[in-house]
C-alpha cells in the first residue's frame, strides 16, 4: 500500500467516529445560516485536536489541499550547510586581504567542506540521483532550483580551488616532485577564486530562500518578503559562529562582527516576518516546527551575546560560535518543517485565501 | 409483466427514457447498476423530467434525482397500492385508455372473494399446500365451453391444467407438494419472465364498459385499494403523507393524452417473497395512467447483469425451454398434444396460440431428421419435470447426497446465493465439481478457505468433492451475442484470443458434447438416442472453437423443405407445425433474416432515427417498444402529436411509425374478429397486448400468477413488523424450507421477534460486479472499494455503540458475520406505528477465501432459503437481523454465539415456516379494517 | 522569459510552438456525475498507473483519497445533511427529518451528495512547469502540461509547486513503474495526438467529463450555468474557468454545486510564480546585504 493511501487511511481513523462527513458540514458563506454553522465547525474541530484553534473553514474530510514537497533533513540540511560555505568563503577571502592567514584558511576550508556536504545532500534527495546531470539540461530563471544549480556550478569549482589549495600546499614538501608544480599553480589560483568564490557567494546564501518561498506551500509562500533576508543572517551567524570556533581570537574579529550581525539581522527580520504572515505564522510555533524556531532563537540569541561579551575569550568565543551554528540549523529545519506542517493542514491553505477573497484581493478580482 | 402484457421482457428500451415527462426509479440503483443506461435518465432530467426515486437508501441514484423518497424494504405494496387507491379515488386514470386497453370492463366470476374478507388471502386458499385453487378468480364464462371442437381439446386441457387436477397430483405424490407447485410454478415462471401471456380456454368475455358494473375488474380494483391510503402507507412504508402525494401528484401529472411517464425498476423488487406482485403493482399504475405502448411510458425492467435476459430467453432456467416455452412434466406431458394442450388453448386470442408451431420447429432444431410427425418430432426425446430442480432445492438435494456432481458457469453460489453457508456445505457432498470462471473464485476454494473450515464444521481432508476448475474466456475473447435489459441483441466479436487454457463456454459443452457422443457411439440404449440423435455439427476453427455465428443461425431457424428449404427464416410467424420450419428460440426468429447477422449492426445514431432500429436487434421482430399498437388511439391516430409514435395510416391501410408496429401491420383499427376466432386472427383491432389469450392488459390476473389476482401487501418473510393490513403476515404461498439448517427469525405475531429488531438489506456496488468473479480480482476495481462495510443511520450507530471505520457484527437465526462501519445520513431511520425503525445496507460482493485482491464476510450468508412461488426467487433484498458493534467470534465460538442468539428468539424448524398466520397467534393490528370486514373471514376459517 | 501570469490566449504558442493546435482541455460538470469512478479506472488502464493501495477510508465512497502520483483522476464524495449529522449526535436526540424530506426543488437541496472527479488542471501558468529546473515538465501543443518521464530526475520541486496538490513524486519498490518521478494526468497525449479523446471523458457514461477545444468548452459551460440557475440551483459556479484567475485560467475547470474547499479545492488558486520576480529582487538585496556586512566586518578595525 502507498504511503499516499497510508496517511489518508490514518486520517480516516482519527476522524471523530459518528460525523465521518462532518469536516464539509459548512456551507456557502452567502448562506445566512453559515456563520453559526461555521463557529460550529471550528468549535468541533477543537474538540477533535486539542491543538487546533478556533479557526473557520471548510474542507474535504480535513484531508491536504496542496502537497507537501517530498524533500526530506536533506534540504534543511543543504540550506543550512549552503549558507555556512557561503559566509566562510566571505570570511575566507576578506582574512586573506586582510591578513588573517588562520581566518582564511579556515574559511576556505570550512568552504570547501560544507558545499560539498550541501551538494551531496542534494543529489541524495533526488527521486532519480543518477539523472542529477538533468539538472544542466536547461537553464530556467522560472525555477529557482535552476537558477540555483548554476549559481553552484559557478561557486563549486572557484569555492572547491580555494579551499583545495589550503588543504595542499602544507602537504606539498611531502609530495613527489611531479605533484609539486600543479600544486604551486593551485596555491597562486588559490586567492583569485576564493575572492571569485566570494563574489558568488552571497547568491549561495540568498537563493535557497526563494526555492522555499516560491512554492504554493503557505507558510513558505507567505514569507516571500523576508525569507532571503532570515536566511543570509543565518548564514552570516552561522559561518561567523565557525570561524569564531576555528580561529584565534586574534584574528576573529571580523567573525565576531560578521556573527553579530548576522545574528542581530535574522532575529529582528523573523519577527517582522511572523508578523506579517498571519495565520500561516502558526507552524513556526507549533510542533516540531515551533520546538526548532523556538530553539533557533534561544541559541542565536545566546550565540550573540556571547560573541558580544565573551568573544575574545578563546573559550566562550568558540561556546558562542557553536550555539551560532547550532541556532542557523534550528532556523533552517525549523523553516523547513513549518512549511511542510502549513502544507499537510488545509487551513493554512483555506484560510489566508478565503481572507483574500473577504478583502476583495482574490487573484481573480 | 408477462402476466400482466404477455411478455416478460421489459417493455421499452433506455434511449426511450429521454421522451418520458416523469420517470419512477423503485427497486433500482440506476446510476450504480446501470450507469450507461442512467445517461437517458440524465437526457430526461435536462429536458425537463422529474426524476423520482424511491428506495431503503439515499443512493447514487437518489443524489441525481429530483425527488427521494425513504421507505422501508419490503414494502413496496403498500406504497404501489397507495398510488393506484389515489388515481382512481381521484378520477386519474385515462378513461378512454382503460377501457379500450385494459381487462377493467372484464367481469369476474361470482364466487371470487378478495383478502379483505378472507383476512389476507384470495378465495381458494388452502393451508396445508399452502397453494391456490385459482379457478374462482377467472372471468365469467369461462367455464362454459365453447365451440365443439374448441371445448372438446379444451376438456383434456382443463383436466391436466386446473388446480384440482394438480391437487389430484399431490396425493398421487404422496402429499408432497412440489410436484403440483412445479406444474404451476413453471408456467407461472413461463408467464412472468416469458414470451406469452397466460393461458385462457377461450377469449369469450362478458364486459360492462361503463365499468359500473359490482364486478367488474375496475370495481374489484377499487374496492381492493380503498384500504391503501396516504396513512396506511405512512404507517406501513414509513413515508410521510406528503412525500407520498407529491409522488402520486407527480405520476399522474405527467401521465395522459401528451404527457407519459416511466417506470424503472430492478432486482430492488424481484429477489422478494413477494416480487412479482411488486411488478404487477406498477403494471397496473402503468396502465390505469396509459403509460404502456408508449414513449416515454413503459416499464423499464433492469437486469441484474449483461445477458441476464438472454438467459430467461434461452433459459438457464429448470422449468423453461427457450422461447418460455414451459418444461414437460412426466405423466402429464407423455406426448406433443397433452403437452400443447396445456401451454395453450386453440381458442385463445393471441400467437401464443401458435404455441405448436414453436414446439416443432425447436425440436426439430434439436433433432433434425429424427424428429418426424410419426414421432411426435421426438418430443419423447425431451427430458420431464420429476419435480422441483429449483437451484436452491438442488443445494439441498446435494446435501442428501441426491446430487453427485455440479457445473458452476460465472456463477458463485459460495458468495452470491442466499444461505452461503448451506450453498458450501451441499457443494462439499458432491461427488464433482466443475468450476468455470475468469479466477478461482469461493465456491472453487471454499473447501481449503471457506468460513466452515475455519468454524471446523468441514475439514479439508474430510472432502471427498473434486473439484475441477476450467479458466474462462472473457467476453472480449470469443464471438457470441448478449441479450440486454431492452431484450436487445448485440453482437460482440472476438478482440484477443483467450490467454493460456481459458476457453469459450460454447468450446466447453460442444467438446464436452462431442467427446459423451463419441463414447455413446456404439450404444443400442434407447435412452442414448436423445444425445447421439443430436445436430451437432457446427463447424469449428483452428483453434477448435465452434463458430457462434453457426449457432446464432440455428436459433434464428430455417426452411426445411420447399422452394425456400435452406433459407433463414424472416419472422417466427414463418414456423409451421408440420416439421417444414427449425428454429431454436421463436421469440430469436428474424435475428439471422436475410441471412444476415441482425445482431451485428453498429448503425451509428446519428445516421438513424432516435429509435435506432439499425443497431442491433431485439424482440420479438426488431420491436422496441411493446405493444406499440396501445401509442394510438382505438380509431388507430396518436394520442397525441407529441407523443406520436406507432398509428394507422389510412392511404396505405397499414400501422407505421417510428417503431416497428407491435401489431399486425395491416389489420386496421376498426377490424373486429368474428366471434371465437382463435390465435392471432383473433385479436380486434384494438387489442393492443398480442400475446394475451384476451388481447387486453391485465390490471386483474385471471390466471397465470400463483399468489394473487391482484397485489396485496405482505410483510416479508422475516420482518419484525407485524403486517398491520391483515392477519396473514407474510406471502401465505412462498415457498417455505422447514429444515434444521435453514431456520428463520421469527416475526410477529410469533414471539421474540425483538431479538432481530432491524431490517437489513442488500446491494450492490458500481465498483464491483455480483459476487465479485469479475472485480475482486482486479486491482483498479478493488482499490475502489476494498472492504465489506455495512452503512447505518447515525442514530443506530448511536443505539449500538457503532463508530465509523470501526466494526459491527450482524447476526440472523443462520450466522453471524463482520463488516466495518460506515456512519451515513444517507441511511434515515423511518417513522413506523411512530417508532423510530432501523434499516441497515450491506453490499454483498466480498467473500471468504485466499485468492481475491480483496476479501471479506459475505452478506448473503445472513439470509435463509425463502422462495417466490412463482419464479422461485428467493428473499435477498430485505431480511431482519441484530446488528452489535466489535468483530464477530472466530472458529467455534461463531456456532456458539449464534446459537445463543437462536435460544433466546426460541427459534424451531417451524419459527418463520408457517404459511398461514394462525388466528390465535396474538392480536393482529387491524389498521382501517372494521371488524364486519373480518369476520366472515373467521367464519370461514374456523 | 515567458509571462508569469494574466490572461494569456495561446500557451502553447507562448512555449514556442510554431503551429500549435487550439487548446484541448476539460470541462468537468459536477452537477451531472454520477460518481462511477469509470474516469479513475479507465485513466489507469490506459495510462498504466498501479493502484493505490486497497484502503477503507471511510470517506463516503471515496477510498483513493485525493489525487496523487497513482491517482490521475480523483472522484471526491460529499455528504451533506440539512441539519448535520453531528448536531444530531451532539443533541443526544434521534431526528427521524429524512433526505429530501420535503419534496419541493428549493428543498430538495436538504440532504445532498455531491459527486466531482479531480483532475490536473493543466493551468495556464503552471507552477509544475515553471519550476521544473530538467525540462521534464513541458507544455504541449495542445496547451497542457506534461511530465517526461525519462528526463524528470525526481527533484520533487513540482510537487509543493502545484497551487491545486495535484502532481507528486511515485513512492514505491525501487524497480517499479516510474518510482521516483513526478506523475500526473497529461490529458491523455498520446490519445490527442492520434485525434483522440482522453481515455476518462471517453469512459464518462453521463458526459460529465466533457473534453474539447477549450474556448468552446468555456461557451458550453457558461450556458450550463445559465440553466442550473434558472432551474433554481443558486449555488452553481464555475470553478478555475477564469483567465483572470491566479493561474491563468485552468485547461481543466469544474462546475461545482458549493465552494471549491468543499470539494478539496483551493479558493483561491495563485501560481508562486507570479510573484517571482519580488521574490528575486527581495534575495537580490538579501544578498548584497550579505556582501556588505560581510565587507563592514573587516573594515570595522582590528581588535
Redesign the interface.
Known sequence: ??????E??A???T????????P??????ADGAVDR?RR?VGK?RRDEHQMVPDAV?????G?????????EADIPAYLFLGGVA??SS??GA?AG??GRPVLRRAGRISALGAISVSFAALVH?????S??V??L??A???????VG?WILTAYGPLAGAAGAAELLTPLASRLPSAARPPIRLLGRLAGPAGLGA??V???V???T???L?????PT??AA???L??V??GS??AAS?GLGMMLAPVSEA???R??AL??AL?ELGVERSMEASMGITAEPLHQGTGGVLMRASKTLTALGAIGSLFGGRNRLAAALSGACLMAGSACTRFGVFEA?QAS?RD?KY??VP??Q??ERGE???A | MGASFGRGGATSFLQDLQNSDCIVIQGSNMAECHPVGFQWVMEAKARGARIIHIDPRFTRTSALADHYVPLRAGSDIAFLGGIINYILSNEKYFREYVVAYTNAATLLRDDFVDVDDLDGVFSGYDPETGMYDTSTWTYEGQDEGHSSAGSQRTASGAEADSPGGSRADDAGSGGNGQESEVSQSERGGGHEMGGHGAKLKHAEVHRDETLQHPRSVFQVLKRHYARYTPELVEQVCGVSPEDFLKVCEAVTENSGRERTTAWVYSVGWTHHTVGVQYIRGSAIIQLLLGNMGRPGGGIMALRGHASIQGSTDIPTLFNLLPGYLPMPKVGEHDDLPSYLDTIRSPDQKGFWAEAESYTVSLLKSYWGDAATPENDFAFHYLPKLTGDHGTYQTVMDMLEDKVEGYFLLGQNPAVGSAHGRMQRLAMAHLKWLVVRDLNLIESATFWKDGPEIETGELRTEDIDTEVFFFPAASHAEKDGTFTQTQRMLQWHHKAVAPPGDCRSELHFFFHLGRKIRERLANSTEQRDRPILDLTWDYPVDAEGDPSADAVLREINGSHLTGEKAGQPLKLFTEMKPDGSTSGGCWIYSGVYADGVNQSARRKPGKEQSWVAPEWGWAWPANRRTLYNRAAADPEGNPWSERKAYVWWDAEQQKWTGHDVPDFPADKAPSYRPEQGTPGAAGLAGDDPFIMQSDGKGWLYAPEGILDGPLPVHYEPAESPVRNPMYRQQANPTRQVYPRPDNLQNPSPPEAHAEVFPYLFTTYRLTEHHTAGGMSRWVPYLSELQPEFFCEVSPQLARERGLTNLGWATIVTARTAIEARVLVTERVVPLLIDGKEFHQIGLPYHWGVGGSALVTGDSANDLFGVTLDPNVHIQETKVASCDIRAGRRPTGPALLRFVEDYRRRAGITIETGNTRRTPVASGTPSRAGSTPAELTPAESQED | MPSLSGPLHDPAGDAGWQESQPRKGFFTDTSICIGCKACEVACKEWNGVPDDGFNLLGSSYDNTGSLSASTWRHVAFIEQAATPASNTVSLGMPTTERPGAAMNPESAVDFRWLMSSDVCKHCTHAGCLDVCPTGSLFRTEFGTVVVQEDICNGCGYCVPACPFGVIDRRIGEQGQKNVGIAQKCTLCYDRLGAGNTPACAQACPTQSIQFGDLDELRERAAARVETLHAQGVSKARLYADSPDDGVGGAGAFFLLLDEPEVYGFPPDPVVPTRDLPQMWRHAAMAAAGLLAGAVAAFLGGRG
Do not use: C
Open positions: 500500500m502507498s504511503q499516499h493511501q497510508a489518508l487511511a486520517e480516516g481513523r476522524q471523530h467516529p459518528e460525523q465521518p462527513e462532518q464539509v458540514q459548512a456551507v456557502s458563506p454553522r460550529r468541533r473553514f471548510t474542507s474535504y474530510y484531508r491536504p489541499i496542496v502537497k507537501a514537497s517530498p524533500w557561503a559566509g566571505l570570511l576578506g586581504l586582510t534527495d533526488l527521486g532519480r540521483p539523472r542529477f538533468n539538472m539540461r536547461v530556467k530563471p522560472t525555477s529557482p532550483m535552476s544549480t566570494a563574489v557567494a552571497p547568491a546564501a540568498s537563493y530562500a526563494v526555492l518561498t516560491n512554492t504554493s506551500t513558505w509562500s516571500r518578503k523576508h532571503p533576508f536566511f543570509v548564514a552570516a561567523g574579529g571580523p567573525a562582527r560578521l550581525g548576522g539581522l512549511g502544507a488545509p491553505t483555506v485565501q478565503r483574500r477573497i482574490s487573484a481573480g
